[in-house]
Structures are given as structure tokens and as C-alpha cells.
T-cell receptor, first 110, second 111 residues
């Protein structure tokens, strides 16, 4: 049990739609990161938030955006969904360089 | 450009024997390395980590070895148990605390 919870666990969306994924991070962790894991691949870094500010971004287009709230919970928003956005989206909260992951949200774009 | 590589997609080991999972990296800025275990439909679970100032870290049945000159690390599991069957990811990070993952090794423990 990592203390990191994500919602929803599964989601089906149509191409072109927008989606919001949510993450409640572990108490005391002020850094949250989002990762995308495609089938058969390792997780790929999307972006990181530290104290409500974006603190690093991976190689993802601007239609991937995020927020971190004062209670350190976080959202990942994806606009104009594409079929290739189908993946497992993982949220991680970190402290002292060790990241703890939630169970993920499985997004399917049809 | 894959900065963290796990060249063995799968590994089968007899129960009770040693499992050795390998990982190579290319980025010299990485100074902290982690191993995660992942079951289907779950998020990765942190197993063990090692700082670049060490060459070995041990936690129960799990030991991670780091060879900085070779840019290579390995995870040893002794003795292997059926519950260890999962996908194992190696990850590396630098001062930015962004994790770069390998593609994973599927470990199967044979009873």
C-alpha cells in the first residue's frame, strides 16, 4: 500500500475527446510525477510538479497538461485524444528520490 | 535513444535458486538507481534502490549491485519464490528526480 490513489481505474474515450485523470499523493510528499506506460514498454515520464509548479517535462505534446493542488493532489489532462494515447497512466509521489506509484488508470481511446 | 536498457525480456528460474536481472545505462548524469516490481493491472512497487556512491545494497532476499565503470547494475533475488513472478523494471534518475525506465524483464519462477 503506497498511499497513492488514482481515479478512475479504467476509462474508455473516443478519439478527439478530452480526459482528466486524478491522483491523490502520499501524505508528506510534495512532488508528484505522471508517467505513461504503453503496452510492452517501461513507463515514460510526462511531467513533474513540485509545490504546484511544473518542474520538468518529458517529450509529450502540449495537449498533455497538469495541475497540482495545495493538498498535493494532482490532475493530468489530455486534450484531443488520439488512438496512440491508449496506455496505462501512472501517478507517482516522491520523497528523497524514491517514487511510489498508484495503481494506474487504464485509458482506452477508440 | 534508450538511456536505460534491460536486454533480457524474460527470465525463468527454478524456485529456491538465484534470480539475476540485469540493467545497463548510458547517461553519466544518473546517480540513483531503483528497481520496481510490477504485477498486471497494478502500479509498479518499489523494491530496492542504490546511490552511485555505493556498489551494493541489500534488503532481505534482494541485493542490488552497481558497477559504475561499466554503467551496469543487477538485482539478485535469493532464494527465488513463486510470488516473485512479475515484471521487473530498472529505473535511473539524476538531480532532476525524473525516472527513466528500462523496458522490463518478465521473471517466471518455476515451482
Amino acid at each position: 500500500e503506497t498511499g497513492v490513489t488514482q481515479s478512475p481505474t479504467h476509462l474508455i474515450k473516443t478519439r478527439g475527446q478530452q480526459v482528466t485523470l486524478r491522483c491523490s499523493s502520499q501524505s508528506g510528499h510534495n512532488t508528484v510525477s505522471w508517467y505513461q506506460q504503453a503496452l510492452g514498454q517501461g513507463p515514460q515520464f510526462i511531467f513533474q510538479y513540485y509545490r504546484e509548479e511544473e518542474n520538468g517535462r518529458g517529450n509529450f505534446p502540449p495537449r498533455f497538461s497538469g495541475l497540482q493542488f495545495p493538498n498535493y493532489s494532482s490532475e493530468l489532462n489530455v486534450n484531443a485524444l488520439e488512438l496512440d494515447d491508449s496506455a496505462l497512466y501512472l501517478c507517482a509521489s516522491s520523497s528523497y528520490r524514491e517514487a511510489f506509484f498508484g495503481q494506474g488508470t487504464r485509458l482506452t481511446v477508440v | 535513444d534508450q538511456q536505460v536498457k534491460q536486454n533480457s525480456p524474460s527470465l525463468s528460474v527454478q524456485e529456491g535458486r538465484i534470480s539475476i536481472l540485469n540493467c545497463d545505462y548510458t547517461n553519466s548524469m544518473f546517480d540513483y538507481f531503483l528497481w520496481y516490481k510490477k504485477y498486471p493491472a497494478e502500479g509498479p512497487t518499489f523494491l530496492i534502490s542504490i546511490s552511485s556512491i555505493k556498489d551494493k545494497n541489500e534488503d532481505g532476499r534482494f541485493t542490488v549491485f552497481l558497477n559504475k565503470s561499466a554503467k551496469h547494475l543487477s538485482l539478485h533475488i535469493v532464494p527465488s519464490q513463486p510470488g516473485d513472478s512479475a515484471v521487473y523494471f530498472c529505473a535511473a534518475t539524476g538531480s532532476d528526480e525524473k525516472l527513466t525506465f528500462g523496458t522490463g524483464t518478465r521473471l517466471t519462477i518455476i515451482p
